[in-house]
């Protein structure tokens, strides 16, 4: 959601530079020695297991040792995190954001990071926004990896402000060469690229080595992009839709709409009764054989329909954000029709236990929040309202954190254990363990990020600052 600002990349990198500045401090701690975390927990979030208690010896950005506490040594010099009743589990990762608009960095960073985010999956930004972002980023900043995909590839006139428009299967390819000469690690493609361009583009990145990821164009179908090879499928686009005989039929024909407005267009509401199991089951069947991730960003979905209810308005994290994104929730909040909150509702939740029937019959899933300046998405800690979205659809606690952990990983094509030595440093110290109560992974005692330990009075900084 946005504006295109005219001097996106100047900002950013001077957002950059003042989030690297203020957290300067924080960011040397500790950073020649060891870091030795001793008795704790460890949560494998591949196996389930609970292995404790152990202790971990980190070096550089990297996991040195894992050991016994009662067997392995521990650093003379190291710096000594108590691990005793705490619980360790791999760095989150929030695969759906959009952090590199109009200096949202600024204050997204540090709210990851405070909130145990280490990693981010980028879905799209101007491409000037990415270019100067990628070029000021370091390895030793205060702020998460960047998994990188393109500008959102769209129709002749772009949903977004910052779509890139291709109208013939020859622009199609030129600008997936385009975005892979420029280093994306993926082509995001939006609502409105016609199925033609589509195919194209599909094609042009299978020769390239290069994923296609995104929404479902509405002129075509789950069942058409899982046979094309895409690798995601963002927001649930047009999953509950072809659900629902004939509903595909109209979306196709309605060249004014968004996948967005659907979800809020009274004729989906009014659809839901005629949902097919039966064609669900085989549509869900097809999309576990050809392994397409779902980032179904329901804490999106739920932030756009239910604003006026008081646990929303009431939020105390409203206090955290900039003042002009405030101001943007209270006119949407005040100014969005009844009816279009009224059909959303009736969609989010139908869609919310689709998502537990579709991970009973084996669709993979990622944990996205759709972080911008989306009403009632706050970077970081809304991952983990995802998270408990996810179990309220019917994943148990350790198969939603999979989807910030394991599965992320698992997308990113990376094998072995997450904590375990030779792995990157990005770890979480909780208080609580989140495989019985989902809440708390909230109980954040301290960060791991690429081998620098954050303490508890380090990340509250992050949110001050």
């Not at 705490?86 to 709210?111: C, I, K, Q």
């Not at 890139?164 to 082509?187: H, K, W, Y």
């Not at 003042?323 to 009224?342: H, Q, S």
């Not at 954190?401 to 990005?426: F, H, M, Q, W």
């Amino acid at each position: 959601m946005g504006r295109r600002g005219a001097s996106d990349g100047t900002w950013i990198i001077g957002t950059l530079c003042a989030v690297l500045s203020a957290c300067a401090g924080i960011q040397e701690r500790h950073a020649d020695k060891p870091v030795a975390i001793v008795g704790v927990t460890i949560i494998e979030v591949e196996s389930g297991d609970l292995l404790a208690p152990m202790t971990v010896i980190i070096r550089s950005d990297t996991i040195a040792d894992i050991g016994r506490t009662d067997q392995q040594p521990v650093p003379d010099d190291a710096l000594r995190i108590e691990g005793k009743g705490r619980f360790l589990v791999p760095g989150l990762w929030d695969m759906h954001t959009h952090a590199h608009r109009r200096g949202r960095s600024a204050w997204h960073y540090p709210a990851y990071i405070a909130h145990g985010v280490t990693g981010i999956r980028d879905m799209g930004t101007d491409l000037d926004s990415a270019t100067a972002h990628r070029a000021s980023w370091r390895s030793d900043a205060i702020a998460p990896t960047v998994w990188w995909g393109s500008p959102p590839i769209d129709g002749a006139e772009p949903v977004l402000p910052f779509g890139v428009p291709v109208t013939n299967a020859d622009e199609a390819r030129t600008i997936a060469r385009r975005f892979d000469n420029q280093g994306f690690r993926f082509l995001k493609v939006y609502d409105l690229i016609d199925p033609a361009s589509y195919h194209a583009l599909c094609e042009e990145a299978r020769r390239l080595g290069l994923p296609v990821e995104g929404h479902v164009p509405l002129n075509l179908s789950p069942t058409e992009v899982a046979e094309a090879g895409q690798r995601t499928i963002e927001h649930l686009t047009l999953v509950l839709e072809a659900c629902i005989p004939g509903t595909l039929a109209w979306v196709a024909a309605d060249t004014t709409g968004d996948s967005m407005g659907l979800l809020s267009d009274g004729r989906l509401a009014a659809s839901l009764a005629e949902y097919d199991s039966a064609t669900a089951q085989v549509l869900f069947a097809k999309l576990a054989e050809a392994h397409i991730w779902q980032v179904p960003t329901l804490v999106q979905m739920r932030g756009a329909f239910f604003i006026r209810d008081s646990v929303f308005v009431n939020d105390p994290r409203i206090s955290t954000l900039p003042a002009d994104i405030r101001a943007e929730w209270d006119t949407y909040r005040n100014e969005t029709p009844d009816t279009v909150l009224k059909a959303g509702c009736l969609v989010f939740e139908r869609q919310l236990a689709m998502v537990g029937v579709m991970h009973r019959a084996g669709v993979p899933f990622l944990a996205g929040t759709d972080a911008s300046a989306e009403p009632w998405v706050f970077p970081g800690t809304s991952l983990h309202d995802e998270l408990a979205l996810l179990v309220e659809a019917g994943f148990s606690p350790l198969d939603a954190i999979r989807t910030a952990t394991l599965n992320p990983a698992r997308y990113r094509g990376e094998g072995g254990k997450l904590i375990a030595p030779g792995s990157v440093a990005d770890l979480v110290l909780l208080d609580g363990d989140p495989t019985q109560d989902i809440a708390r992974i909230r109980q954040i005692d301290g960060v791991v990020l690429r081998g620098r330990y954050l303490d508890r009075d380090a990340l509250d900084q992050l949110v001050a600052r």
